[in-house]
């Protein structure tokens, strides 16, 4: 795009889900404002039902600041669910999302503001290096990319977290993603539009540890990979095909050693293929599982979150959300009319 058709962002807004970071809120809310300064925006941070002094930290902040906006979750949904709910109430025309624990930067959100300015739709942040983490939690990451992008059909840049900028059409587009188990940054990739990386260096947490414990980390891994590909349970049938065919290449060849008399009896083979037989019944049974636990999570169509409790809502026709959308993805705006 050229110089003449730069576009300025009207109002940017800046979602960050916070659950129990009452050690570094304030220093967050500080920097994210400094960095911030240039333009005109919100700040909606998504208490996803901390147990600590994080909601009053908050509250203190969105009463000194009225472009500071919070959104009380009514308990913890999680860090996806929060991160959506915080979208969804997102009103600017540029959205940038963040994580809370000041390991992305702030300061990068203008460098990511020139790239939409310059035409990009989707602007992701690709950790250069990331200080501060376990050997453990770079090398399940590192497998969880390589893993991901073999068995989706999105290219996932591996190293990008959740810290992004979208422009309101994308944004729309993410919304209308109604899907329960969310994969935002998968999601992110998947809508398209025009998107650039930009790199940064990912800073270890300021204070307090990581609110993903090793099962929230699992669980988020198996939705990522269950909503964007069929091949897991695909794989069941391949597995099949070639166990059956191994089966009958067996039968002729037990019939022959039969014929010349060289037959082995052995129970322990017998033993060791139906242990391998029901083994590998028993896990496809399970991939079905999760593809089946998630359809009916899928069908109960419970909103993603409720909100307990909101400050500094903007008010205005077109400024706040939906009803129906404040209490989680709007169950009505996708349903046939009844009748
Ligand atoms: N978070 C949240 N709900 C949760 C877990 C985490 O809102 O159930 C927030 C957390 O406060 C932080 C962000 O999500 O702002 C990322 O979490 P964390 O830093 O613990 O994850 P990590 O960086 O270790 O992957
Ligand atoms: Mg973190």
């Known amino acids: ?38 333009y005109e925006f919100e700040l909606v941070l998504v208490n996803d039902g901390s147990s600590d002094r994080t909601p009053e930290l908050l509250d203190a902040a969105a009463a000194g600041d009225p472009r500071v906006r919070v959104i009380h979750l009514s ?76 068995l989706a059909q999105v290219d996932l840049e591996p190293n990008s977290g959740d810290f992004r900028l979208l422009d309101r059409r994308a944004l729309d587009a993410l919304l209308a993603m109604t899907e329960r188990s969310r994969f935002l940054r998968g999601m992110t990739v998947w809508v398209g539009f025009n998107q650039t990386a930009i790199s940064y260096q990912r800073d270890a947490r300021h204070a307090g540890e990581t609110k993903y414990t090793l099962r929230k980390m699992l669980r988020f891994s198996l939705d990522a990979i269950a909503s964007f590909s069929h091949l897991p349970l695909q794989l069941a049938t391949y597995v099949g095909l070639l166990s059956a065919g191994v089966a009958f290449i067996a039968i002729p060849v037990v019939i022959v050693l039969r014929i010349v008399d060289s037959y082995l009896p052995g129970f322990s083979s017998i033993t060791i293929a139906i242990l391998l037989l029901g083994g590998i019944q028993l896990i496809a049974l399970g991939v079905i599982g999760e593809y089946v636990g998630r359809i009916y999570d899928e069908v109960k169509h419970r909103p993603l979150y409720i909100v307990r409790d909101e400050r500094n809502r903007p008010t205005g026709a077109g400024h706040s959300p939906a009803p129906a959308a404040r209490a989680g993805l709007s169950a009505a705006r996708h349903r046939e009319p009844i009748g």
């Open 75 to 150: 308990r913890n949904f999680g860090h996806q669910a929060a991160l959506t709910a915080g979208l969804e109430h997102a009103v600017g025309d540029v959205v940038a999302m963040i994580d809370a624990d000041l390991q992305d930067p702030p300061e990068l959100i203008p460098d990511m503001i020139a790239r939409w300015s310059q035409g990009a739709d989707v602007v992701y942040a690709v950790r250069k290096e990331r200080e501060g983490e376990t050997a453990f939690k770079l090398a399940t990451a590192s497998w969880f990319y390589k893993l991901f992008n073999k």
């Open 1 to 38: 795009m050229s110089d003449t058709t730069l576009r300025t962002p009207t109002l940017l807004s800046l979602v960050a889900p916070v659950y129990d970071e009452e050690e570094l809120i304030e220093q967050f809310i500080g920097r994210a404002t400094a960095a911030l300064a240039d």
